[in-house]
């Protein structure tokens, strides 16, 4: 029985891009002109009941913002397309991180008058290291914008890889006549408004250059100029090397007035890729064995790439997100959690439409179920019908930079926090330690946001009131040694400074640089991480 048919229907990408460029509204644009839903919520509208369909946290309603990442599948020309929306927020990096590890494409969004800007570069960074294909869509072309030359060149540099250009936009600003199709070879007129849809934009064959010159003057011609220099300027286009992450094709439009998405829509299907082989590794002997896991291989498999506890506030359930790798989901089958070997029996399975779920009838690989779980999945725990012997690895947990003390103001509530610390520690919200010598809870972050959305979280989710207080500590590193001895001599002559995290891993805090160089010089053969990949570590600790 192949699978082939399924998955390479599908497309599973996520849109990434810094603060405030227009993200979660593309997003929004792009469900409703596939049809999954009826009507746009501006994100800008917050006193208004009506939110973007992606944020649903009470946290995100308040500030306007994206805090965690939230999938939505849509169907669109025979295609299922499944969409993760990353927050753009730094201090959520992380959860975006490890969105990008269960995707096989990334639409990115700039906005036009800012350019490519910091939080996007650490997203790069992320896709280039995996090869990711990048779609780029430069939006806001209506406002008072830099020039789409300038733009482009600039997203060169930081992506460092060439821009071609797809579409390619008239005007600018209160001149914004609209594009230039270089796929179809016709020019989409731009009217603004929110409401319109793809087939209210009256469009104009290339061929009549008469009429575009009668209707857009010298925007026409300065564009055809621009694009001129653009094409001679980039490559011709070549799938096979955006596939493989060495070109980007550039889409321009404007989001809120669903101007421009269409073509992005259409570029997914045609450009994007189906889902990807993953690379798995078992103990075999004591021998590490990697082995490529095809998505269309028989055996079902997948991984979880994010616990998220609470979604519904009335049901206190945590659901695991699980990438499908391989083969095929049915409900009612057996699953087993292959670092524990334990049976996994979840009340419910289903796939999202944001906050909306339906029960799964069918999964394939390259789509995102989610599982209800009351415990016992982890980030990065691999799940499989038992048949196959195999852990992915990739999993990336970030080594925080920021350290507070937990107290907590009633001291009958103990167990709450315990559970909320425990809970929101496996759903990666926020990195747990547990001093080995005794003492407070110590929580770890990469952004100061990160804090208050835990601390707001433990309040309204667990009932757990508590107050954060500075610490000495400034970071952390996973350790690992050769040999056990080794690993307990060092845990005894640092015995303040061991924690351990939400995984149970060994880590050694550190109050500044300098600890970690000299603690590497006493003791030479401890390994210090500033990453730790979900499998590999915990086996070595384990070890």
């Known amino acids: 029985m192949s699978y082939a048919p399924e998955t390479r229907r599908r497309r599973t990408f996520a849109i990434i891009s810094h603060p405030d460029a227009g993200k979660t509204t593309l997003t929004e644009k792009l469900l ?24 649903w946290m009470e946290i995100e309603k308040q500030r306007g913002i994206s805090v965690a990442s939230s999938v939505m599948q849509m169907l669109y020309r025979e295609h299922v397309i499944n969409l993760l929306d990353t927050p753009g927020h730094k201090d959520f990096s992380e959860d975006t991180y490890r969105v990008l590890t269960a995707v096989d494409s990334a639409l990115m ?26 779609i780029t869509f430069v939006n806001k072309m209506d406002r008072e914008v830099r020039d789409p030359l300038d733009i482009l060149d600039e997203v060169e540099r930081e992506l460092g890889m060439p821009c071609v250009p797809m579409t390619w936009p008239v005007g600018k600003g209160k001149n914004f006549g609209g594009i230039m199709n270089l796929r179809t070879q016709a020019m989409t007129v ?6 319109r849809l793809p087939q209210d934009f009256d469009t104009m064959p290339l061929a009549d ?39 980007t094709p550039v889409f321009f439009g404007s989001g809120v007035n669903n101007f421009g998405v269409m073509e992005v829509l259409d570029a997914l299907v045609d450009l994007a890729p189906s889902p990807q082989s993953r690379t798995s590794s078992r103990i075999v002997n004591k021998q590490t064995e990697i082995k ?28 695991a997100f699980v990438r499908i790798a391989s083969g095929k989901y049915t409900p009612g089958m057996k699953l087993k959690v292959m670092r524990t070997a334990k049976e996994l029996r979840p009340t419910s399975v289903v796939t999202f439409m944001s906050q909306r779920r339906e029960a799964v009838e ?3 690989a390259g789509d995102i179920i989610g599982f209800t779980t009351h415990g016992g999945v982890q980030l ?9 012997n195999l852990q992915f690895t990739g999993l990336p947990f970030f080594a925080p930079e920021l350290f507070m003390t937990v107290l907590l103001k009633n001291p009958l509530r103990t167990k709450q926090l315990q559970m909320g610390l425990a809970q929101l520690g496996e759903e990666g919200a926020i990195q747990v330690f547990r001093p080995e010598a005794g003492g407070s809870m110590l929580l770890g972050a990469v952004g100061q946001l990160q804090f208050e959305v835990v601390q707001h979280r433990l309040k309204a989710e667990y009932d757990a009131d508590v107050r954060l207080e500075g ?47 000299l603690a590497q010089e006493r003791f030479p053969k401890i390994h210090f991480h500033p990453l730790r990949e979900h499998a590999g570590l915990a086996l070595q600790n384990a070890g």
Request: aromatic share 8%; with cysteine; glycine share 6%.
């Open 292 to 319: 490529v896991i095809q998505p269309e291989d028989e055996a079902f498999s997948g991984v979880v790439f994010k616990v998220q506890a609470n979604m519904d506030a009335n049901h206190r359930d945590r659901i």
């Open 380 to 388: 990065g725990d691999t799940i499989t019908d038992g048949s196959v």
């Open 471 to 517: 610490c000495q500590y400034t970071g952390a590193r996973w350790i690992t040694a050769d040999t056990p001895t080794e690993l307990n001599q060092f845990i005894n002559a640092y015995p303040q400074r061991m924690a351990r995290d939400a995984a149970d891993t060994l880590a050694y805090l550190c109050t500044s640089p300098y600890d970690v160089r």
């Open 209 to 247: 250059q008469e009429a575009l010159r009668a209707r857009f003057g010298q925007e026409y011609d300065e564009a055809l100029d621009s694009m001129e220099l653009a094409a001679g300027a980039s490559p011709t286009w070549d799938h096979q090397a955006f596939l493989e992450g060495r070109q």
């Open 362 to 364: 069918e999964a394939f």
């Open 190 to 195: 731009f009217e603004s408004g929110s409401e």
């Open 109 to 134: 969004v700039i906005d036009a008058a800012n350019g490519v800007e910091a939080q996007t570069r650490r997203l790069i960074e992320v896709c280039r290291q995996r090869n990711t294909p990048i």
């Open 32 to 55: 409703l002109f596939s049809g999954a839903i009826q009507i746009a919520g501006s994100v800008k509208a917050r006193k208004a009941s009506r939110h973007a369909t992606s944020d």
